[in-house]
């Protein structure tokens, strides 16, 4: 039994335990003790799908549910974040000693290298996130003990750690995070918060494990994943905070003083990555800072982390792919190593497929969504791939058919759409030949 489930598709187990959770979500939020007024299923799947894809889009406001339907929504958001495989496994590591096909199947899930270690990591990524979570949700109760009763006030702060490190980008504030930009304290736990969430488990773990090496004088090393992960995270965040604050300087952030400003800059600049939480009205914003969210919120947050996107070491190797084509080089190589052929076609394959779906859904709602401008349509179909949670109005006026198309899509975006691919074909035998190579006129 264990042999038979090591070899099946993980990319299967993924979709199907999604799908059975936001079907689950849905049916706990439709419970009378769970909601304020009645809504419909495809709102109630629609609310479900958003939070456990952490997306964040809301086609009816979080105010319709009770304290109990809230709960909810925060415990999905949870197992959104983390993932559902992990928080099965590692509920499994509590109790039993995984054996050799349930290793490899895990090493399969995680996208591990070496699955000799996955218990030691899972345990690694709950305690990291409790950990984070609560330091997040403590500094976030320090702004609003003074604003709400202390068990409010309590509650709102653990939702609003949860969120931001799970990348959700829901918010219980009556006007969302607008109403804390001039809250240093708030804007700099929450930007901690989401920038922690998007590196990705793997990378803190190195980074800790580095530090120690440095302490203890041992030799400290940071694996090829790693690096690739800081260094492209840094020159998105960088480059987004930049233009962010070159457009929006003399628009949306004009009347901030300049400490405030940038420190705004800095917030929106990180929750366009994949969270989706803003300081400033979305409508307002600058044509060229909604472009900017846009790829950024497409090429997203690290591999194993709670944001989505095509991920930035896949944006790497697509770059490197192209550098190498125009070099004339024979193989692709980043930092010193040789990437493997297989993942140069997976990353051009996971950003081809990404844009072919964000290209088929939005022609798809410019038929069925009337009366909005095509940067409405695409922004949203954007926001829904990467799980990132922003729109221009346009959720809440979605049609059913609508609705079905931008679930579909976050969940897409949340599993990843190769993964999505390869969980719906079937298993075809490799043959055991090669044809003949031919060349074709490319240029």
């Known amino acids: 039994m264990i042999r038979r489930i090591a070899h099946f598709s993980p990319g299967r187990i993924v979709l199907l335990s999604l799908t059975c959770t936001i079907a689950l979500g849905a049916f706990l939020l439709s419970l009378p003790i769970a909601r304020k007024v009645p809504l419909s299923l495809i709102d109630l799947v629609f609310t479900s799908a958003s939070v456990t894809c952490v997306t964040g889009l809301l086609t009816v406001p979080l105010e319709s549910f009770t304290s109990f339907g809230q709960f909810i929504i925060l415990c999905l958001m949870q ?122 488990f793997i990378t803190i773990h190195e980074l800790i494990e580095y530090a120690y090496a440095r302490k203890s004088g041992n030799r400290p090393h940071l694996s090829l994943h790693s690096k690739i992960v800081l260094s492209m995270t840094f020159f998105l965040v960088a480059g987004s905070i930049i233009v962010f604050w070159l457009l929006e300087r003399h628009n949306t952030l004009q009347h901030m003083p300049w400490p405030f400003a940038i420190l705004n800059s800095i917030f929106n600049a990180i929750s366009s990555r994949s969270t989706g939480f803003i300081t400033v009205d979305p409508i307002d914003l600058h044509i060229g800072t909604i472009l900017m969210i846009m790829i950024i919120a497409f090429i997203g947050s690290s591999p194993g982390s709670t944001g989505s996107g095509v991920r930035t070491t896949t944006f790497a190797l697509y770059l490197a792919t192209i550098k190498t084509a125009i070099s004339g080089a024979s193989s692709v190589q980043i930092k010193g190593r040789r990437i493997a052929k297989d993942q140069m076609y997976k990353a051009l394959a996971i950003i081809s497929l990404s844009q072919a779906w964000i290209i088929m859904i939005t022609f798809c709602l410019l038929i069925t969504e009337k009366g909005w401008e095509f940067l409405d349509i695409v922004f949203e179909t954007v926001s829904a791939f990467a799980t990132l949670g922003l729109d221009t109005g346009i959720t809440a006026h979605l049609s059913e058919i609508g609705k079905m198309f931008i679930i579909a899509t976050m969940i897409v975006g949340r599993i990843g759409s190769l993964t999505v691919m390869l969980a719906l074909r079937k298993k075809i035998d490799t043959p055991e030949f090669q044809y003949p190579e031919e060349r074709v006129m490319l240029t």
């Open 79 to 200: 197992i959104g974040g983390l993932g559902l495989i992990t928080l099965t496994l590692f509920l499994m590591s509590l109790f039993i000693e995984f054996g050799l096909g349930t290793q490899v199947l895990a090493g399969k899930l995680l996208e591990f290298e070496s699955w000799k270690n996955i218990k030691h990591v899972l345990i690694f990524i709950i305690k990291l996130t409790l950990v984070i979570e609560l330091i997040g949700a403590l500094l976030i109760f320090c702004s609003l003990y003074d604003q709400y009763p202390i068990s409010k006030a309590i509650f709102l702060s653990l939702f609003h750690s949860i969120s931001s490190f799970c990348d959700a980008g829901l918010s219980l504030f009556p006007a969302g995070m607008i109403s804390y930009q001039n809250n240093a304290l708030m804007l700099l736990t929450t930007t901690f918060l989401m920038l922690l969430g998007g590196i990705g």
